[in-house]
Each structure stands twice: as C-alpha cells, then as structure tokens.
T-cell receptor, first 114, second 115 residues
C-alpha cells in the first residue's frame, strides 16, 4: 500500500471550511484514497473514499488531483464536533487476493475553534 | 441498527495473566478485523477474518496473541501471559462482503491495562 503524508496538526474556525491535505505520490492505479477520522476515545469512523473523480457525501468532499498524487478532504462548515484526528489511507479494496486492511499513519489532528 | 460492539470496555489485568477480548460485528458482515492502538505505535492492524478463516495474521505481534471467529460472527482475541507492552486499546471492525463495501465499521474498543 502506498504511503501517505499529512500535516501533523491544523486549526480551523468554527463555521469555516476545513481543508485537509494528503500527499500520496506513490499511489498505484488500482489504489483508492480513503479518509477516516477518530474522535477522542472513539473508534475510527469512515468519511469518504475516491479513485479518480472528486466525491461528495453528507459529511465531506474529496478532491483528488488529476495525477492522483495528492488529495484534499474538505469539511465545508466545520463544527466543534469535527475536532478529531483525520487519517488519509490509500489501499486496494478487499477482494480475492487483498484483505482490505487499513494501514494508518499518524494523521492530522484538526482542532476546530469557536 | 446495532453497530460493532466490544466487551469488556475496560480490562485491568496483572502481568502474566491471560485475557480474552470479545467482538460482536454487525450482523451479516463477513469480514472482521482486529487493530490495536497504543501511545507509541498508533493504530496497527493485527488480524483479518473472512468468515471463520483468518487469511492474514501478519499483524499479530507474538505467539502469545491468537484469535478465533465462530459461526461467522463473534470473534475473540486472546492474549496469553500478558506483558506491560500489551497495554493498548484493542479495536474491532467489520465490513460487508463478498467484496469490499469500502467502509469498515469500528467498535468502541477495549482498553487493556496490564499492571
């Protein structure tokens, strides 16, 4: 699985957009970009994933560059409850020869401030 | 519906004792994963089950660690002769099959403290 690089920490004002970058310059053609977050004392929570195209769901948007070497997770209107560690992970989906296990890096600690 | 549940939520044990940690995955999820999270190591993969089989045990740190899954549902992670370095939060996750739904649903974890 490709390695990812994320900033250690970021701050964001409540109500503003939070843009969390991730570099994955060695990503392979069949690897997806996944984002999970972990709020303090809870298990990780899936946010969004994508392969090539930009994706949006009720939680966030994922912007993947054309060369797929980096991506940005966007929380459009951050709230205090979005304070968490955000993990960017790249991997091949689970299938006949892949387990789909998640390899977590150190992630980005996002602090949303009032 | 019910999510992934784990028990106990907290476990304190003496060094050298054996412990069992339980995971109840989401009903119908065929894939089950164990991870652990410790201060020094972050979140690390331990073992993967597809049904009752464990095709990937590569993350188990030593032969003191074992896991089983029965009936394609409940899984138990057993740590024998616990050591202080085993202190961590043990997390279980499940995912629907046969192919990846892209999401793994995590339980709240079991915090293990070895004294």
């Amino acid at each position: 699985d490709a390695k990812t690089t994320q900033p250690t920490s970021m701050d964001c004002a409540e109500g503003r957009a939070a843009n969390l970058p991730c570099n994955h310059s060695t990503i392979s053609g069949n690897e997806y970009v996944y984002w999970y977050r972990q709020i303090h004392s809870q298990g990780p929570q899936y946010i969004i994933h994508g392969l090539k195209n930009n994706e949006t769901n009720e939680m966030a948007s994922l912007i993947i560059t054309e060369d797929r070497k980096s991506s940005t997770l966007i929380l459009p209107h951050a709230t205090l409850r979005d304070t968490a560690v955000y993990y960017c992970i790249v991997r091949v989906p689970r299938g006949s020869s892949n387990t789909g296990k998640l390899i977590f890096g150190q992630g980005t600690t996002l602090q949303v401030k009032p | 519906g019910a999510g992934v549940s784990q028990s106990p939520s907290n476990k304190v044990t003496e060094k050298g004792k054996d412990v069992e940690l339980r995971c109840d995955p989401i009903s119908g999820h065929t894939a089950l994963y164990w991870y652990r999270q410790s201060l020094g190591q972050g979140l690390e993969f331990l073992i993967y089950f597809q049904g009752n089989s464990a095709p990937d045990k590569s993350g188990l740190p030593s032969d003191r660690f074992s896991a089983e899954r029965t009936g394609g549902s409940v899984s138990t992670l057993t740590i024998q002769r616990t050591q202080q370095e085993d202190s961590a939060v043990y997390l279980c996750a499940s995912s629907s099959g046969p192919l990846d739904s892209y999401e793994q649903y995590f339980g709240p974890g079991t915090r293990l403290t070895v004294t």
